[in-house]
Nanobody, 127 residues
């Protein structure tokens, strides 16, 4: 199995930036994709962004496109969510996710396709 350890959450002022990190450990040799979800208070879980582990293409939800960007460090099995120009509406618990088997990128927004989830890290944006 894969263990995911997040860091980087916290309190940030609207318009500011944060970078969330997620380090994968364990049986990471078959990891095929990584990404991020979030869940705001009283809201449903929402897809944020994801990318296949191999390749440079990324896929983002319309609500975060241009502001929240996923990236990775292949050698360290670490993924990141760069959060720029944050808004109070970005306040949520953010989860990093990883899957092992291949899947089409059009399924990235479906929680069920992701095999492993991090513990979640709180991001709070003040107005």
């Amino acid at each position: 199995q894969v263990q995911l350890e997040e860091s980087g959450g916290g309190l940030v002022q609207a318009g500011g930036s944060l970078r969330l990190s997620c380090a994968a450990s364990g049986r990471t040799f078959s990891v095929s994709a990584m990404g991020w979800f979030r869940q705001a208070p009283g809201m449903e879980r929402e897809f944020v962004a994801a990318s296949p582990w191999s390749g440079a293409n990324t896929y983002s939800a319309d609500s975060v496109k241009g502001r929240l960007t996923v990236s990775k460090d292949d050698a360290r099995n670490t993924m990141y969510l760069q959060m720029n120009s944050v808004k109070p509406e970005d306040t949520a618990v953010y989860f990093c996710v990883v899957r092992k088997g291949m899947t089409d990128v059009q399924s990235f927004n479906i929680p069920q396709v992701w095999h492993y989830w991090g513990q979640g890290t709180q991001v709070t944006v003040s107005s």
